[in-house]
């Protein structure tokens, strides 16, 4: 059964840090992506960083590009997004996804098949 585990949300300053972790189980293939998507109150579930498992390759949304940091733990199975430089516009529910159908990184959502439970990210002013 595969199985997407977040945590690390939680309430933040502006300009502060929050590292979130996402436990990955019950894959078998190895040629896939793990995603980081958030949606706020009222929008869409969007992209904010993607990572292609086999070879590293990542992708980050402009408006987190230099902030944000999408890196793995092979060992542990687990992804994680370290985020810098937090702002109120960053609050959201963050989740992460697997995308287990192309061998290369998508960023939509649309391509990803397994959801974890999503956590809360607040970033207050």
């Known amino acids: 059964e595969v199985q997407l585990v977040e945590s690390g949300g939680g309430l933040v300053q502006a300009g502060g840090s929050l590292r979130l972790s996402c436990a990955a189980s019950g894959f078998t293939v190895d040629d896939y992506a793990i995603g980081w998507f958030r949606q706020a109150p009222g929008k869409e579930r969007d992209a904010v960083s993607c990572i292609l498992l086999r070879d590293g390759t990542t992708y980050y949304e402009d408006s987190v590009e230099g902030r944000f940091t999408i890196s793995r733990d092979n060992a542990k199975n687990t992804i994680y997004l370290q985020m810098n430089g937090l702002k109120p516009e960053d609050t959201a529910v963050y989740y992460c996804?697997?995308?287990?159908?192309?061998?290369?990184?998508?960023?939509?959502?649309?391509?990803?098949?397994?959801w974890g439970q999503g956590t809360q990210v607040t970033v207050s002013s």
């Open positions: 996804a697997a995308d287990i159908g192309g061998g290369y990184l998508r960023s939509g959502a649309s391509w990803y098949s397994y």
